[in-house]
Nanobody, 121 residues
């Protein structure tokens, strides 16, 4: 199994920056991809950014040019650098990962517990 722990959330003013981290731990062979979702109160959870172990990334249109996802595969950690933050970025941000359980095993999907990001006007 895998555990994902997010950190780095907080309260910032519009235009400010935050850097989120998500570290994976537990028993698994490899992590194929990691990413970030967010969910604002009363809203659906939405994709923010994803990154494969090979460095292929994609972003939601709403964050392109402002957010950057990066990976440290040796540390099984994914980061989300958030710049030029807007009030509409306020949400709980969740890390996710697609994990290969064993050398010949299946791939499972796991979620972190979330970290709060609040952006004031």
């Amino acid at each position: 199994q895998v555990q994902l722990v997010e950190s780095g959330g907080g309260l910032v003013q519009a235009g400010g920056s935050l850097r989120l981290s998500c570290a994976a731990s537990g028993s698994f062979f490899s992590i194929n991809a990691m990413g970030w979702y967010r969910q604002a109160p009363g809203k659906q959870r939405e994709l923010v950014a994803t990154s494969t172990s090979g460095g292929i990334t994609n972003y939601a249109d709403s964050v392109k040019g402002r957010f950057t996802i990066s990976r440290d595969n040796a540390k099984n950690t994914v980061y989300l650098q958030m710049n030029s933050l807007k009030p509409e970025d306020t949400a709980v941000y969740y890390c996710d990962a697609y994990v290969q359980t064993t050398r010949w095993g299946t791939i499972i999907h796991s979620w972190g517990q979330g970290t709060q990001v609040a952006v004031s006007s």
